[in-house]
């Protein structure tokens, strides 16, 4: 018997869905229709700088506009705080965690300084790699900082969690065999913000396991993400989802189309009068469009 899939849709509430959403909503959406499996929808607003309620509220009203129905409850990331802190926790008993006082620009100072500064073309998927100051620090210190109060990040200490696995990481990219991870690009990749109780890299990857998700779908420009995800999975001992990464949508000038670029809000292109079938047509880069939702 083979197992059932399950996908998902995870945007952040940070804008309103635009159409390289609606790819990614579209692809987990018809795997998991073509194959009799459940759709998810989650919401990722961990980030409270960026995420909006009005934006959280339009995700559901778009979807159900275009006819892409979900499966089950609706998971709300910012409800489950307690959860992600269990997680800290865990990577924090076995010394694999570490706090970080650095400022940002502390961080770019010492980066600029150090003999361990990268050279141009060696930073990481998320900027120039962290150099790992607060790994060091001297431990009086670090638990002087601590019982002050002072405001800190969590960071994975990457050495010490690499050392844990048996061998090199890869994942199942759906219709390409495995690809080898490089987790250590991202260097002490932060799983706690000052401002954020919990990361992105550290919740998705909580919550795929949690809901039994087993085919993620998302744009090409979260791949390198999948690195950190894979690892993160390897030390918490969650199960391995296969991935399909779609390429990016892109505009008219052929650069990326992204809520910051003016892509128009999927809402606005229903008010302008396209039909649910023309933007997912649209989505999926052809006029024609393949097997879309009865909308
Ligand atoms: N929440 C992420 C975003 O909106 C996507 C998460 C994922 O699909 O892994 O960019």
Redesign the pocket.
Known sequence: MTAEVVTRF???PTGYLHLGHVR?ALQGWRAARRAGGRFLLRI?DIDPTRCRPEYRAAIGEDLRALGLDWNGPVRVQSEHLPEYRLVLNSLARRGLLYPCFCTRAEIAREIAHSGAAPHPGEAGPEGPAYPGTCRRLDPAERARRLSAGEPHALRLDMPAALATLDGPLSYAEQGHGRVRCDPARFGDAVLARKDAPAS?HLC?THDDALQGVTL?T?GED?RAATDIHRLLQALMGWPEPRYAHHPLLLGPDGKRLAKRDGAKPVRQLLREGLSPREILALAEGSPAGGATPAA
């Open positions: 995870a945007p952040s990614s990722e992105y998705v993620v998302r979260l």
